[in-house]
């Protein structure tokens, strides 16, 4: 029996997401078991006597609906400010050329290659001799500055495939920088932002160490560190965290569900590798 062309694909396709998605259907399921009881010693399908008594208790043993809230907020607050200046910075790069847009691009992808760990206590005395510490300021901070240098070489490889006749009529025209980049440079790039605004809300909502380095108050601390807590309830309370695990998720996948309309959609412009 012949496949039709593209069917094989297809199912290879269905298979990997089948199992990349398996982790994500047990989490859904193992929440229900009940409290109190041990790990299965097996996989199990759906708990003998499902409970929801998990979901309660991983609210009421600590503040996670605080700490979702505050994770949310920080979250609200990152994205506009880092896909401003990463997109800026992209243009900027863009519209620069020969030695310094190089010079440029291998410093960020030196940056990209530092680990995180390298910069914490220096970020730390900074802040702290600023008066920051306490606050989330030190964790909105990245923001300033693009999110990460990757998201700036996102935008720049996307803005480099619009067509420069395009920037330089748009310039003709008397536009000035601000609304090239608005009106001409940004609706021509929309599916690099919806990766980069879905890759910043996974960058801000999964930081860990930084709230526990910088916050000084429980109700302070956003969703990552709480879940640490009710990790710590030892494995007899393994559905708890789940249950905490999987209201930690769910924004995220709910943010993916709604960047796929504009992540299937075609960026518009000539290939950059030839220019």
């Given amino acids: 029996m012949k496949l039709r062309p593209g069917l094989g694909s297809t199912l290879a396709v269905w298979l990997v997401t089948a199992l990349f998605a398996l982790p994500m259907l047990m989490l859904l399921v193992a929440p229900l078991r009940a409290p109190g009881l041990p790990p299965p010693p097996h996989l199990e399908l759906w708990p003998a006597q499902p409970s929801l008594q998990s979901f309660r208790d991983a609210f009421s043993l600590v503040p996670l609906g605080r700490a979702v809230l505050n994770s949310t907020i920080v979250c609200l607050l990152a994205l506009p400010v880092t896909l401003l200046t990463a997109s800026w910075a992209g243009l900027a790069l863009t519209l620069l050329a020969g030695r310094a847009r190089r010079l440029l691009i291998g410093l960020l992808l030196l940056l990209a290659m530092v ?161």
Avoid: C
């Fill in 115 to 275: 680990p995180v760990t390298a910069i914490w206590i220096p970020r730390f005395v900074m802040f702290n001799a600023m008066g920051m510490v306490g606050t989330y300021a030190p964790l909105l901070a990245p923001a300033l500055m693009g999110g990460s240098p990757l998201f700036v070489l996102l935008y720049f490889v996307a803005m480099r495939r619009i067509p420069p006749e395009l920037l330089e009529a748009a310039r003709m025209e008397g536009s000035g920088l601000l609304a090239i980049w608005w009106r001409v440079v940004m609706p021509l790039v929309k599916p690099s932002t919806a990766a980069i605004a879905l890759l910043s809300v996974v960058l801000f909502w999964g930081i860990f160490i930084d709230p526990l380095l910088y916050l000084r108050r429980e109700q302070q601390l956003t969703a990552p560190p709480m879940l640490h807590a009710l990790h710590l309830l030892g494995p007899t309370s393994w559905s708890i965290f789940l249950a905490g695990a999987l209201v930690v998720s769910l924004p995220v996948v709910l943010a993916f569900l709604l960047a796929q309309r504009f992540l299937w959609s075609h960026e518009r412009g000539s290939g950059w590798m030839g220019r």
